[in-house]
């Protein structure tokens, strides 16, 4: 019979095949082997964890409704009366999912152009024990629907990108963040 790499390279020679995992296993010692199946699961653990948590990161959404009635706005004309370039407006509004207040959502735009109309946006998203995320883009003056990039964010959202989707409805905007 072959020797067999001990302990430490060391060889170990068994007396017959039937006593060869016998012996191996009490050269080690039960205790070391306990060790090293709890750290090879371990190992496994976050070698799956690393592996996965790209892909969830990717397929991350964030989703609030944001009442026009909880909230509140400015609008500041800066230039002739009516819409015009460098007019401003900001505001706040409460952040709700499923009917639970989840945070609020602060913003300011600069119209940038008049016809069609177009504002440049920044705005940030506070989550309630969560963080924040900041987006800022172009967005068009009546339109339905919006998307701007996320351009960070703070706690959970820490170093975040992705884009935000506003859906404007009749009674409030529906915010889609879709994190990278």
């Excluded at 007396?15 to 016998?22: F, V």
């Excluded at 009490?26 to 750290?39: D, E, F, H, L, V």
Aim: proline share 4%; aromatic share 8%; charged share 20%.
């Amino acid at each position: 019979m072959e020797p067999i790499a001990g302990h430490f390279g060391n060889p170990i020679v068994p007396r017959n095949g039937a006593a060869q995992a016998h012996f191996v296993a009490s050269s080690i010692g039960r205790r070391n082997m306990k060790k090293m199946a709890i750290i090879a699961v371990l190992l496994s653990s976050v070698i799956v964890a690393a592996v996965a948590a790209p892909a969830l990161a990717a397929a991350k959404h964030v989703h609030a409704f944001a009442p026009y009635s909880k909230g509140m706005e400015t609008k500041d004309d800066k230039g002739p009366a009516g819409p015009s370039i460098g007019d401003e407006h900001s505001g706040f509004f409460k952040m709700y999912n499923h009917g639970k207040g989840v945070g609020h959502f602060d913003y300011s735009c600069v119209t940038t152009h008049v016809a069609p109309g177009r504002e440049e946006c920044h705005a940030t998203a506070h989550f309630k024990g969560r963080g924040r995320i900041v987006v800022e883009g172009n967005t068009n003056s009546g339109a339905q629907k919006s998307r701007v990039a996320i351009t960070g964010g703070t706690g959970e959202f820490n170093g975040a990108g992705g884009s935000l989707v506003l859906n404007f409805r009749r009674h409030g905007a529906h915010l889609r963040f879709n994190l990278k």
